[in-house]
Structure formats: C-alpha cells, structure tokens
C-alpha cells in the first residue's frame, strides 16, 4: 500500500458514522476500525496513518446533510488536508446505495433493485432500474414513503402489509435492508417469506458506507459507470449548455453534466463574447429534449476586436436549482473592466416538466 494513495468510503452525519478503505486486491470495501465518532479530517489521518500511506487518490463522503454550511464544512475538512475538488465526492444516501447495487452481480439488479430505509417508525423505500436513451444508460429512482405507528403494538404486522403490498406493485431482483428500525439478527415474523419471496434479500448497516468507496473507485476508473447516469434523488437531471464558437468552428459547451450530486456541481468560466444583448443556456434532459434558458447580458458594454471578455460562475444550490454569475472582466491593460455583475436563478425542473 505504500507505493499506492487510498481510495477511501466515509459515512458521516456532524461526525464519521464509519469508513471504508478500497482492497485493490480482492476488488472489495474493506472496513476501517476506530474512526466513529471523529471529524472527516481525523478519521482520515488515522486512516492513512494506520496504512502507512500519506496520499489519498480518491474519496467519497456519504452525508444525508442537505444544509449548505454544513456540506461547506465537510468540504472545509477535506480542503484542509490539501486534498483537490477532482480527488473528492460528497454523495446522498441514494447516490451512494447506487454505486453499491450497480457494483454487484448483474443478476441482482437486472430487474430493478429496492432498498428499504427504516428507523423504527418511517420507512423510505427506493427502486432503482435502468433506463436507456441515445445509446446511454441511466439509473432512475421512485420513492415511497410510510409511517408505521410504533406505539399500536402492531408495527411489526403493519411493517409485513406494507411491504407485501409493495412487492405486489413493483418488480425487483434483490433487495437492501438497512436503518435502526431493522434487526440484523432477527426481523419480524412473516418478514424473511416476503423479502425472498422471487428475488434475494441482504440485510446490513454498512451498505451506505460501502456505496461510498465504491464510488470513490469509480471516481478514478470508470468500471460500471463509463456509460451509465446517475439521475436519482439529489443529482443534476439535465446537463447545462450553451452554443459556442471556437477557432471559427461552432460547437456545443457543456457546463454542467446530468448525474452529477447536486452539492459538486459546480463550474467557473471565461469566454470572449460578440456584440450580444443575451446569451442562451440550455437544459437538455435524458430523452433529448431542450429548454432554452434566455440570460440577458445587455448591461454589459461591448467592445470591439474580441475584447469583451466575462467570466460565468455557476453552482447548484439543490438538485433543482442552480445559481448563475456572469462578471464583466474587462480585457487587461487596455479596458478596465466595467464592475457589471448579472445573477440569475436557473430552475433546473422547468426543463423536466
């Protein structure tokens, strides 16, 4: 391992819930003792102490964290450690049970893959399945949600009905248990017959965790996701474009790309422009259809001989919704820039309607 930077899964919510590090060798998450309960920054010291290794290649946070600042600090955490935005990933739940799924055997999600999310009282299920479009993958989700009165006496029946019915309406080739509510070491009578009743059925507490060094993997090698999208719950669902001229040729930009976790999505810039009063973003969704999104520039003076020069910053504020600048830069010593500063909400889901 010494000749070799880690690929690291951290599980975390305000402190590390438990972390993974990626064999290379037996192809498998591998869990890391000692690090609950320790900040992100910690829990990676001791993690590259206890291997003896001083570089990370790759990193995944699992945080169910959606608060800006707080996802600011997971980054903060992960900066001070001199650890650059490509070698690092923050996922969502869903994002990160994702890449575990998709990971596996083929045969145990071929026909759609289901977990269930449960802590005692509400339980969230997901479904995750295939889509194709263009010749490219993408792996879509559907939540449902319900509520089991912990306090009837009759949760673990309600729990077996609901789960029954469940499994009448939605097809799948395995499914996931995982939450507090789940006991590993005995689940409710009726429970097992249902769960394995067509498909397999795992139980762990470590899936969400696993997921993330999976998907610190695939960050450096592409193995299951070369072709595939991600366009569960908290990820970008359109890629975001604008037509561009470069060296005489006409060209389509891409800024920001569908399947990317919302909190990552993010792009920084410069262009030349023309004599132009607006610029035109546009959304393009799985099946191709594209939504222009007019942005009007007309405060920013022109200036001749491709001297117009503007800076675009863009960042998502959730997986709906992204926040555009687009700065006056001015071009060097001979035109100071004019201070204009335009901002634009974009909704991202008015290309999805």
């Given at each position: 391992m010494k000749d070799q930077g880690l690929i690291i899964g951290i599980e975390y919510d305000k402190s590390v819930i438990q972390a993974c590090v990626?064999?290379?060798r037996a192809g498998i998450p591998v869990a890391c003792d000692e690090v609950s309960g320790l900040s992100i920054a910690d829990a990676i010291r001791r993690i590259l102490g206890r291997y003896n290794v001083d570089e990370i290649d790759s990193l995944c946070v699992k945080s169910g964290l959606s608060d800006i600042e707080e996802l600011n600090d997971i980054s903060d955490q992960i900066n001070s450690l001199g650890i650059n935005e490509n070698q690092y990933m923050i996922t969502g739940p869903i994002q990160s049970f994702a890449y575990y799924a998709y990971s596996q055997q083929k045969e145990l999600y071929k026909s759609g893959v289901v977990l269930m999310d449960y802590d005692g009282q509400i339980i969230n299920i997901y479904r995750l399945s295939y889509n194709t479009a263009d010749g490219v993958q993408y792996i879509v989700s559907a939540h449902e949600q319900y509520t089991i009165?912990?306090?009837?006496g009759m949760s673990d029946k309600k729990l077996v009905e609901y789960v029954s019915d469940y499994f009448s309406r939605n097809t799948a080739s395995s499914v996931y248990l995982t939450g507090k509510g789940f006991d590993v070491k005995k689940l409710p009578d009726g429970l097992s017959k249902v769960l394995v009743n067509g498909r397999k059925a795992y139980i762990g507490q470590n899936l969400y965790v696993r997921g993330a060094c999976y998907a610190a993997y695939e960050n450096i090698y592409h193995d299951i996701f070369d072709n595939v999208t991600l366009l569960v719950d908290g990820c970008?669902?359109?890629?975001?474009?604008?037509?561009?001229?470069?060296r005489g040729k006409a060209m389509r930009f891409r800024i920001i790309k569908m399947g990317t976790e919302?909190?990552?999505?993010?792009?920084?810039?410069?262009?030349?422009?023309?004599?132009?009063?607006?610029l035109a973003l546009?959304?393009?969704?799985?099946?191709?259809?594209c939504t222009d999104k007019i942005i009007d520039i007309s405060s920013i003076p022109y200036r001749e001989g491709k001297t117009t020069r503007i800076r675009m910053d863009i960042?998502?504020?959730?997986?709906?919704?992204?926040?555009?600048?687009?700065?006056?830069?001015?071009?060097?010593?001979?035109?100071r820039t004019s201070g204009r500063v335009i901002t634009?909400?974009?909704d991202l889901s008015e290309a999805c309607l």
């Open positions: 990626y064999d290379m009165d912990s306090q009837s970008i669902k359109v890629n975001i474009e604008t037509d561009i001229n470069e919302w909190y990552m999505a993010r792009r920084s810039v410069d262009f030349i422009i023309e004599d132009m009063t607006t546009k959304l393009i969704t799985a099946d191709g259809k960042y998502a504020v959730s997986q709906d919704k992204c926040m555009l600048t687009i700065k006056d830069l001015g071009f060097g010593e001979m035109f634009e909400e974009i």
